[in-house]
């Protein structure tokens, strides 16, 4: 393999290790000022936008053991990758394209299991890591909370009971 190539194929090998996803898009007809803009938003959740030779990510994705997404390599293709929201992240790159109409998603993977357009669109309509992470932590605290209810009821009991015979007497 060439220097160049080795070179190529190594920086996308690179992308792909930044997270457990990586979701591909068509970057045509976007200028330098909308990239930019668009790897603002996506830097707010944590994530890269790069523009990647499809040659040279096919074989990194290889490298990687990621699943075959040579069936989305064609044309324009960047990748986006890091933070750990998928979720947020997916969301963020679906209201890009709602208002620029511009940045297609085409598939992508996340952990070993191949993603389509679609998928990811349904992904963006999760709730974000924090709001699954304070949901979860509702769960737990909730048992914990009626636990400490039930604990305290004979208290209360016993308190009532003194208080209305202090009262009477």
């Known amino acids: 393999m060439r220097p160049e190539k080795a070179y190529l194929v190594k920086e996308a090998s690179d992308y792909l290790t930044r997270s457990e996803y990586v979701f591909l898009t068509d970057y045509q007809g976007i200028n330098a000022e909308e990239t930019t803009e668009l790897r603002k938003k996506l830097a707010e959740r944590g994530a890269e936008f790069h523009v990647v030779k499809n040659s040279s990510l096919r074989l990194a994705s290889k490298e990687q053991d990621l699943p075959d997404i040579s069936e989305h390599l064609s044309g324009h293709t960047a990748i986006v990758v890091g933070g750990e929201d998928a979720s947020g992240v997916a969301k963020a790159l679906g209201l890009y ?41 509702s769960l737990l605290n909730t048992p914990a909370s009626k636990f400490v209810g039930v604990l305290g009821a004979p208290a209360r009991g016993i308190v009532t009971v003194l208080k209305a015979k202090s009262e009477k007497g």
Not at 109 to 124: M, S, V, Y
């Open 97 to 137: 394209y709602k208002d620029n109409n511009k940045v297609t998603v085409k598939g992508g993977a996340l952990g070993d299991r191949l993603l389509t357009a679609d998928e990811i669109k349904t992904l963006a309509k999760l709730p974000g890591l924090e709001v699954l992470r304070a949901q979860l932590l």
